[in-house]
């Protein structure tokens, strides 16, 4: 390893890359150059300096010219920068005092026609480069060891899955459940969409396998209480019934699923006569049925100022839960109300042409003109009709939507994870990663994100499992070094105003015991946001420093850093 | 004479870059007059990157990111845009603020780096050679563009801007949430006073001044001067040394 206080011994590789590079820039123009730079003590150039022979060179300049930085010009960093820092790291320098100079992709490439300009670029270009890499710093990487065991918070359909697919990975994977019984959801529904499987049935199945599966602990009436640590290191404290239990684990998955509403004054709820879907399901499963005629209105509580969303799976229980009435007895006369029928996906829509078949009313209302419930009567506005019906009923059924569970909030300020506008858990990306949250070693899976089926919360289970065997399959974690860093000389600086805190994608920042602003070097991805927004400017960030940066400006500026 | 204006341009390294990179595989040709530099986020480019620029006589600078939802660190190109806000309000105060320019850039829009990159180079080349290059270097100008490094990177207008989205979504500590327009205008107002702040103090630090001199040299009204004199006294910035007949004169601590 080269000492700190060493004069600066740079040395530039320019690449030809074929004609690629060679074609248009006079490389050997540019080596002459760049040996004319302050603190440049080698340059050469080569065909291809990321095959074989090139790297060689740059592994044998290192240790001839006692090389302690290292430019190579040629592509870009985002494809050949980890095959140069190796090189560099094989002939003992540290990979972060190689820089690279991009003078391909973003100068002989776009500027074929203007070679001379081209060449002024590529001269600017690496007199910038070496600028920096003049103030460059040796860094480490930190690797942290990884506890290969993971926390799933929530019984339900989802965590369970997840649960159980961890363990078969082998995984010591802790459940935690904070009512009595595991299933969540489950529990209380009757048949499920799209295979009319009894949910019992479901539920039995996953449940034993669960609870026979020696790699998984089980703790249901269970919270959590406290979550401490980082990816790959969590330190977990639950309480089971008055009793604090600590655990450690690597990762953790939240699949704590969400709560039915209760349509307090909508539609004269009552509980009796006007119940919810999922009331519905607890009578159909002992068929306590006895009424002629129902009426079922979707999208209740929901599509609506208060909740904008849809909640994805209520168009497919109402039509699963009027055939199941329909196949128990044709003569009952089932009318469903509804804004507009969501039936994705095949088996979905021959759910909705069946209950067409079966006789089920449909009946089309807008929002503005929402039904009117009276004692045994429905006044509805029929949108094709133009004209207003009355429909009669003995029981009427509210498809209400799944909302955030009550305590979403304490979950997500324990985890350090955001929550959206209606309180269900924010994924990272919608996209990218969609059962990831921005906090590593932390995973989203089922209804905790957003109102979806059995089927898609066993998907998820299995997607958020996968992602945290991403990291508990590793017996260490290597963290990149360059991150932000408060330096032990700027402490004083700090004023504790918690800016850097807040901005902080990644809650990698944090007050310790002693009231001091503390960077988490594991959660942090060196994104520089608080540095460049620190009122104070007391933190740093490593290999984009300032100086660094301002280097390279005033290299091109032609004039001295100050 | 053809100009052919120094550009610079901060690039974060997930959008940007790789649409720049993108431009070259797919052989797009653009004016040869940019330098880039590589950055992680576009919120890493601290407003003293793009005055410092400015100040060593480049002609044009021009911030590139994720657009908004695609940032890799999720919200950092936010914070690029509240401080490149900033900085354009300040160098408006110094008739600057077209020398810079923020655009979005993804990492597949190869063929719209190209056209970003070059609408803004005409642009640049439009405005003719920056005032602080050249034979027709504008000292004056520099003296102000060194108030307007120092008026961003104090304490008021970093925590200002730093705290900008914080407090329109979550409120300030006292829970109330402000809108972009009042927060704009309290922005717009400490943009004014901290940039005559830093141009006393930096007149204060060569030389003893009244209120009077400064109101000359400056040209501002002596009683806007005062004011600030006032308030920099009151935080032991500055401090009056002498005294001629009734005439205090002010120093820079």
């Known amino acids: 390893m080269k000492s700190e206080d060493e004069p600066i011994r740079i040395g530039v590789f320019v690449c030809h890359c074929g004609t690629n590079i060679g074609g248009v820039l006079d490389c050997e123009g540019l080596t002459e150059y760049a040996a004319t730079l302050p603190n440049v003590v080698f340059s050469d150039h080569n065909l291809y300096t990321c095959a074989e022979i090139g790297l060689k060179t740059i592994k044998e300049a290192i240790e001839e010219h006692n090389l302690n930085r290292v430019i190579v010009c040629s592509c870009t960093p985002r494809t050949h920068e980890p095959l140069f820092r190796s090189a560099c790291e094989e002939a003992g320098l540290n990979k972060y005092l190689f820089s690279f100079v991009n003078i391909r992709e973003q100068c002989s490439w776009v500027h074929m026609k203007k070679p001379e300009d081209a060449f002024e670029k590529a001269k600017d270009l690496i007199k910038m480069g070496v600028a920096r890499a003049t103030k460059l710093e040796a860094l480490e990487t930190i690797v942290v060891d990884v506890d290969p065991s993971a926390l799933v918070i929530g019984g339900g359909i989802s965590g369970m899955n997840a649960a159980s697919n961890l363990s078969k990975q082998g995984f010591k994977t802790y459940l935690v459940e904070k009512e009595k019984n595991l299933g969540g959801l489950l529990n209380s529904l009757y048949r499920l969409f799209p295979n009319d499987q009894e949910s019992s049935e479901l539920l039995k199945d996953i449940e034993s396998r669960i609870q026979a599966d020696k790699n998984i602990t089980v703790y249901t009436s269970t919270m959590i209480t406290s979550i401490d640590g980082f990816v790959g290191n969590f330190e977990v404290e639950i309480n089971q019934n008055g009793n604090s239990i600590r655990i450690k684990v690597g990762a953790i998955i939240v699949a704590v699923g969400a709560t039915p509403l209760k349509p307090i004054n909508l539609f004269g709820y009552d509980g009796k006569i006007r119940i919810t879907q999922f009331e519905l399901e607890n009578v159909l499963k002992n068929y306590s049925l006895n009424a002629n005629n129902i009426v079922m209105i979707q999208c209740v509580g929901t599509r609506n100022e208060e909740r904008m969303y849809c909640s994805n799976f209520c168009c497919m229980s109402a039509l699963k839960n009027a055939l199941i009435i329909k196949e128990k007895n044709p003569d009952v006369h089932i009318a469903i109300l509804f804004r507009d029928m969501h039936t994705p996906g095949i088996a979905y829509e021959e759910y909705y042409r069946r209950a067409r078949e079966s006789g089920i009313i449909f009946i089309k209302y807008s929002p503005e003109k929402p039904p009117i419930v009276e004692e045994n009567k429905i006044k509805i506005y029929n949108e094709y009709l133009g004209t207003e019906i009355i429909i009669p009923y003995e029981l009427l059924v509210l498809s209400t939507p799944l909302i955030a569970n009550e305590d979403n909030k304490q979950i997500a300020q324990l985890l350090k994870v955001p929550l959206e506008e209606n309180n269900f858990f924010l994924e990272a990306h919608v996209k990218l990663r969609p059962n990831d949250f921005a906090t590593d070693g932390v995973y989203i899976a089922g209804s905790a994100k957003w109102p979806v089926d059995i089927t898609e919360s066993i998907s998820q289970g299995y997607a958020a499992a996968a992602r945290a065997s991403t990291i508990l399959s590793h017996d260490t974690l290597e963290v990149e070094g360059a991150t932000s860093y408060l330096p032990e000389e700027y402490k004083d600086l700090c004023r504790g105003c918690e800016i850097c805190l807040k901005l902080c994608p990644y809650k990698a920042i944090r007050k310790n015991e002693k009231d001091e602003i503390e960077i988490i070097q594991v959660l942090c991805k060196g994104c520089g946001v608080c540095g460049a927004s620190c009122p104070k400017k007391a933190i740093k960030i490593k290999h984009f420093t300032n100086e660094q940066i301002l280097s390279e400006i005033y290299a091109l500026g032609g004039k001295e850093l100050p | ?253």
Not at chain 2, 40 to 45: E, L, Q, T
Not at chain 2, 88 to 93: D, E, R
Not at chain 2, 235 to 245: A, H, P, T
């Open chain 2, 1 to 253: 004479m053809n100009f052919e204006p120094k550009i610079l341009g901060f690039l974060c390294n997930w959008c940007s870059y790789a649409g720049g990179d993108l431009a070259g595989v797919s052989r797009i040709q653009y004016p040869p007059n940019i330098r880039v530099i590589r950055v992680m986020c576009s919120g890493r480019v601290d407003p003293k990157f793009i005055l410092s620029g400015l100040q060593v006589g480049i002609d044009g600078i021009i911030v590139m990111g994720c657009h908004h939802g695609d940032c890799h660190y999720l919200e950092g190109n936010y914070e690029a845009e509240v401080k490149f806000k900033m900085v354009k309000l300040l160098l408006s105060l110094v008739d600057l603020q077209d020398r810079i320019h923020l655009e979005w850039v993804s990492a597949s829009e190869g063929v719209r780096f190209g056209e970003v990159v070059t609408s803004f180079t005409e642009s640049i080349k439009k405005l003719g050679p920056s005032p602080l290059s050249g034979e027709n270097f504008d000292q004056q100008l520099l003296e102000k563009l060194k108030a307007i490094e120092l008026a961003a990177g104090g304490e008021r207008l970093r925590a200002l801007v730093a705290s900008k989205r914080i407090i329109m979504e979550e409120g300030n500590i006292y829970g109330e949430k402000i809108s972009q327009e009042e927060l704009d205008e309290i922005l717009i107002s400490a943009i004014e006073d901290e940039f005559l702040r830093q141009q006393i103090l930096l007149k204060l630090k060569n030389e003893p001044l009244s209120v009077k001199d400064l109101s000359q040299l400056l040209n501002i009204d002596s009683s806007v001067i005062l004011k600030h004199i006032i308030s920099l006294k009151a935080r032991n910035l500055i401090d009056y040394i002498k005294i001629e007949g009734i005439t205090p004169f002010y120093q820079k601590l």
